[in-house]
């Protein structure tokens, strides 16, 4: 059996070479990896020596030849090709272990430069991958040094061979791998505002490329979509992002479905929102109960009282661990989805009563505030809507509003208690779906309407349910997700108790919705920005 081995990244390689020469396999490789091979103590043979020809264009050219692709090209079951390789005196490639340069790394360093990316695309890599991984049934193709334990093992165990299933299975992540490697190129540079002899510069880059290649990887198929009759897959980023609901690890329970995912989704980005011990209860996409308290327990007793008929069955989110008490409170319902940074083992024994609940454990650590990317805190850095035969493309709605960004509007002034609440119900109303109005009081929601075509609705639905949860709204702050345009809506929050609003402000009757506040002796705060949910 021949080898060739090529590699970028040389993580790994010596000693996967090194059990290789055991097993009796003959080691090609090329440059740099040949040299650390020859170092290592291993006989391998350069490819130079192999093709006759030596490396030239400053290693552009270095396996781009008929001795390295028609070794790994030829079918070893047909007579006329085998033929043809003694003819000209090619001998077969059985193995091929490359990693592509670092193109994606490249790219991803603050200054790099157009020059740096260019040079850093592979040619020769890429052209091997794709012969090797057509030729599955007779070469096996490794592009991640997370392959060789297992590879290893099989020829190990059986005499130096692959099953076809596993041959087959490295062929199609050789694939995908070109595949990624490809779309990050055209992502890249079709985002490039090219200048002429600006190589050497930092290239400009728009935010959204004139070519977007979405790269995910499946996760698991699910039973059915939102409905029964449609099919689902869930999918991860290439690359997800740490204290994001994919890195989550399921502890028990059935599997999730599409609609818990969903959920799940909601809760989990929206419980991130807080600094102090929160709890979510999504139902249905909207936080039906939200609350900030000392501990898990507290938090959780406030966000059930909101609305406990909706958070029948819904999705629970903490920011902080769950423990025993928490968990003996949050097992008296029915949940569909639970998820915390962490149970402790007295919680989790709680939770093995209800076999059917899906626990998840999901890390925050490392996803901060202060000096963070939106990706290193977890959140996506885009958002992507399918339409008919199209997507629509925005950055995520990663905007957090600072006490020091509220401008008051009002005769009245709001007390520095208020403004926490205010603070709080705009955390909420973030996530509603839009028309979006949360009444919050001392850290927990009060009531909550979503989704209504008409925000008076959606004021007078989060006071039904406050009323039907036997909750006061007298004294409560209130949210709402976009501007007032016309007093109406003010009134209505106002007549059900409202002693403070926050709102974005910016229509054409903001002069108007201002008048009403001082007339009915509330305080009012603009935010100066939307967020729209839909």
């Keep these: ?30 440059g740099g990896t040949a040299k650390l091979l020859a170092d290592a103590g291993l006989a391998v043979t350069e490819v130079a020596e192999v093709t006759r020809f030596p490396e030239m264009l400053d290693g552009r050219v270095k396996t781009l030849h008929p001795a390295v692709h028609g070794g790994l090209l030829a079918r070893r079951d047909l007579p006329e090709h085998m033929e043809a390789l003694r003819e000209h005196g090619i001998g077969t490639i059985d193995l091929l272990v490359v990693n592509l340069y670092p193109f994606e790394a490249t790219v991803a360093k603050a200054g790099c430069t157009l020059a740096d990316a260019i040079e850093n695309i592979d040619i020769g890599g890429p052209a091997m991958v794709r012969s090797a991984a057509k030729n599955w049934r007779h070469v096996a193709v490794l592009t991640d040094a997370a392959q060789y334990p297992g590879v290893l093992a099989e020829l190990q165990a059986n005499q130096g061979r692959l099953s076809d299933a596993t041959r087959f299975a490295l062929s199609v992540a050789a694939f995908s791998r070109i595949s990624d490697y490809d779309g990050a190129i055209s992502d890249y540079l079709s985002a490039i505002d090219f200048k002429e002899g600006a190589d050497s510069e930092v290239p400009a880059r728009q935010l959204f490329p004139a070519h977007s290649n979405g790269r995910f990887t499946k ?38 479905s599409y609609n818990n ?77 639970l998820m915390a940074p962490e149970f402790t083992p007295e919680a989790l024994a709680v939770f093995k009563a209800k076999a059917n609940v899906r626990v998840l454990r999901i890390s925050l650590e490392g996803v901060q505030r202060d000096g963070q990317t ?44 208020q403004l926490q609440d205010l603070l ?4 909420v109303a973030k996530f509603v779906k839009s028309n979006a109005i949360v009444f919050c009081k001392d850290g927990m929601t009060m009531g909550v309407g979503a989704g209504q075509m008409s925000r008076l609705d959606s004021a007078r639905i989060a006071s039904i349910k406050a009323g039907h949860a036997n909750l006061s709204l007298q004294g409560s702050a ?20 409202a002693t403070c609003v ?21 305080a009012m705060v603009f935010s100066g920005v939307r967020h729209f949910r839909h």
């Design 478 to 497: 209130v949210a709402s997700d976009a501007f007032f345009p016309f007093r109406d809506g003010l009134d209505v929050v106002i007549d059900h108790g």
């Design 261 to 337: 995912i969903a959920d799940a989704d909601a809760a989990w980005e929206c419980v991130k929102q807080f600094t102090a011990p929160a709890c979510v209860i999504v139902k249905h996409a909207n936080p039906c109960g939200v609350a900030v308290g000392t501990d898990a327990l507290a938090a959780y007793g406030k966000a059930f009282q909101t609305d406990p008929t909706s958070a029948f069955g819904g999705i629970i989110a903490f920011n902080v661990p769950v423990d025993e008490h928490a968990a003996q409170q949050v097992s008296k319902q029915f949940v569909e989805v």
């Design 219 to 256: 996760l698991q198929d699910l039973r059915y979509g939102e409905n029964p009759h449609q099919q689902a897959a869930f999918y991860r980023d290439l690359y997800p992002a740490p204290g994001s609901l994919v890195t989550a690890e399921q502890l028990q329970g059935k599997e999730l």
């Design 1 to 30: 059996m021949n080898a060739l081995i090529s590699v970028s990244d040389k993580t790994g390689i010596t000693e996967f070479a090194a059990a290789l020469a055991a097993l009796g396999v003959n080691l090609l490789s090329t």
């Design 502 to 522: 926050i709102q974005p402000g910016g229509s054409m009757r903001d002069a108007e919705v201002i008048a009403a506040a001082d007339e009915r002796g509330v």
């Design 374 to 417: 939106d990706w290193a805190r977890g959140h996506n850095a885009m958002d992507v809507k399918r339409v008919g035969s199209g997507l629509l493309m925005q950055t995520a709605d990663n905007r957090e509003l600072a006490l020091a960004e509220l401008k008051v509007v009002t005769k009245l002034q709001p007390t520095p208690e």
């Design 424 to 427: 709080f119900a705009w955390k």
